[in-house]
């Protein structure tokens, strides 16, 4: 893996672990989720296919945020009808 | 003379346009201050409060919430006002020359400033307060006054109520402090030029009004959907400033006026029963004393009503 994709796909893992903090199954679950997703993508070596795991990575951030928004907004809208 | 229908118009007109009277009035009087400030100069005033997703519970001497060790973030009504600040310079519409985050707090506070910085406020007033002494509605919107005339803001963007205390107080009592006009509950706001039209919720509609800068602005759940702090932000934030004052600062007095007597947990909820019939349902009324005898009632012991409700056949027979 070139130096850049190996620095990209790192930023990815820690955004997602920092993203993991606020997760409703608390932050053990996700973290060891996120480890092993990583993980069984490890053997890939051709650049384009690592960069279209990053590309899913940072679909699957999207992702996480708008579970956030959604959570949230759902348990605000019952409060506060 | 007038028609009557005439009447009305002009009254709605005249309810409808209050805000923007009262704001071109005060154009005409003191022109200066609006006018010179052609740009936006947001102020987004945060809280910090415990987490929506977590219970409050009360702590053992009945005085108010354990805060000690319980996950705390920003106010979801201020996320929404900072990300609506936040869109106003993204729309490019009016140029939007600072977007200033305040809070007054512990010294806590100042992730959740971080936290607004990260998703794009400018810069950060962090006013300290002792955390057994907070401040009320009223002692805020005296410092949020004080904030804004030093601060020169010309927008006020503030959560409709923070999450913990539920006061809905802080805007409005701004607005009144500084005579500013005032748009609750905003689920849409547009500004061009210096006319800002802000549409609220209320039950059945939308109602729709306008005013020109400066004004204050609270914002409802539906305004827009904030973004996610992410982590290559939060780091961009901790180059940005926040400046510390105190209370003394902004010659505020936060003096507490009002006194919490009692803090205690709403009552368990009690399970329902099921009844077998109607009459199964009537002597259980009776028995919890909610019906006495429905036959001295002015209506006739069936009455048949064409949208096909139950009606119960209330004569003594039946109750007896």
């Known amino acids: 893996m070139s130096g850049k994709l190996r620095h990209q796909v790192i930023a990815t893992y820690k955004e997602l672990l920092e993203m993991g903090r606020h997760y409703p199954l608390g932050y053990t679950y996700f973290r060891d989720r996120l480890h092993k997703a990583f993980a069984s993508q490890a053997h890939l070596t051709d650049e384009v296919k690592i960069q279209e795991a990053i590309k899913r990575a940072d679909y699957v951030k999207k992702e996480i945020g708008a579970l956030y928004y959604i959570k949230r907004y759902r348990s605000l809208r019952q409060r506060y009808p | ?320």
Not at chain 2, 23 to 39: D, H, Q, W, Y
Not at chain 2, 181 to 207: H, L, M
Not at chain 2, 243 to 270: A, W
């Open chain 2, 1 to 320: 003379m007038y028609s009557s229908q005439t009447n009305k118009c002009l009254l709605i007109d005249f309810w409808h346009s209050v805000a923007e009277r009262e704001s071109a009035v005060r154009g005409r009087l003191e022109c200066l201050p609006a006018r010179m400030s052609k740009s936006l100069r947001i102020l987004v005033p945060v809280k910090r409060v415990i987490d929506y997703a977590i219970k409050p519970r009360v702590n053992k001497s009945q005085t108010g919430i354990d805060t000690a060790g319980v996950k705390h973030s920003l106010n979801p009504f201020d996320e929404l006002s900072i990300e609506e600040a936040v869109r106003l310079r993204e729309r490019k519409k009016t140029p939007v020359s600072d977007i200033l985050a305040f809070s007054a707090g512990p010294a806590k506070c100042a992730d959740t400033l971080r936290t607004a910085m990260a998703m794009g406020a400018d810069r950060a007033i962090h006013v300290e307060v002792p955390e057994d002494q907070p401040l009320e509605p009223l002692g805020v919107a005296k410092l949020l006054k004080a904030v804004a005339e030093k601060e020169e803001s010309n927008l006020v963007l503030v959560g409709k109520q923070a999450i913990d205390d539920d006061s809905g107080q802080t805007g409005q009592m701004l607005a009144g402090l500084l005579g500013w006009p005032q748009a609750t509950q905003a689920s849409k706001v547009e500004i061009e030029g210096e006319t800002v039209t802000v549409t609220k919720e209320v039950d059945g509609g939308v109602d729709t009004v306008r005013a020109r800068l400066p004004m204050i602005i609270t914002t409802d759940l539906r305004l827009n959907e904030p973004r996610y702090a992410s982590l290559p932000n939060i780091m961009k934030a901790k180059k940005k400033k926040i400046e510390k004052k105190t209370l003394e600062d902004y010659g505020v007095d936060g003096r507490r006026r009002l006194k919490t007597i009692k803090v205690e947990e709403p009552p368990p909820r009690k399970g329902g029963g099921k009844v077998q019939d109607v009459d199964g349902m009537i002597s259980k009324l009776k028995e919890l004393g909610k019906i006495w005898a429905f036959d001295v009632l002015p209506f006739p012991s069936s009455v048949s009503r064409p949208d096909g409700f139950l009606t119960l056949n209330a004569t003594r027979s039946n109750l007896e």
